[in-house]
Nanobody, 124 residues
Framework: QVQLVESGGGLVQAGGSLRLSCAGS????????MGWFRQAPGKQREFVAA????????YYGDSVKGRFAISRDNAEKMVYLLMNSLKPEDTAVYYC?????????????????WGQGTQVTVSS
């Protein structure tokens, strides 16, 4: 089992950058595929990015491709989301998620463990 805690959210102007962090726990953290999702008020949870257990494979949602980068440090049990060129439409609660079996996925239901979320607000 794994527990996840996100941090790094905040208020930023359009065009700025933020780095989100997700701290994991558990002996088998390095075997999990990890993902970032976001949810804006009144909208469904949306896939942002995913990374496989080794960090060798990454996968991005179309709306963030080329602007965001996901990475992980298994020794530290951390996953990061570097967000550049932020836009007001990136405003949402961002969630870190872990998938015990399988590779990267953009499907919410494939992830069995979730953090509490961190708010990102981008002002115009």
């Amino acid at each position: 089992q794994v527990q996840l805690v996100e941090s790094g959210g905040g208020l930023v102007q359009a065009g700025g950058s933020l780095r989100l962090s997700c701290a994991g726990s558990g002996r088998t953290f390095s075997s999990y595929a990890m993902g970032w999702f976001r949810q804006a008020p009144g909208k469904q949870r949306e896939f942002v990015a995913a990374i496989n257990w080794s960090g060798g494979t990454t996968y991005y949602g179309d709306s963030v491709k080329g602007r965001f980068a996901i990475s992980r440090d298994n020794a530290e049990k951390m996953v990061y989301l570097l967000m550049n060129s932020l836009k007001p439409e990136d405003t949402a609660v961002y969630y870190c998620a872990a998938r015990r079996y399988g590779d990267t996925s953009n499907v919410v239901g494939d992830y069995g463990y979730w953090g509490q979320g961190t708010q990102v607000t981008v002002s115009s």
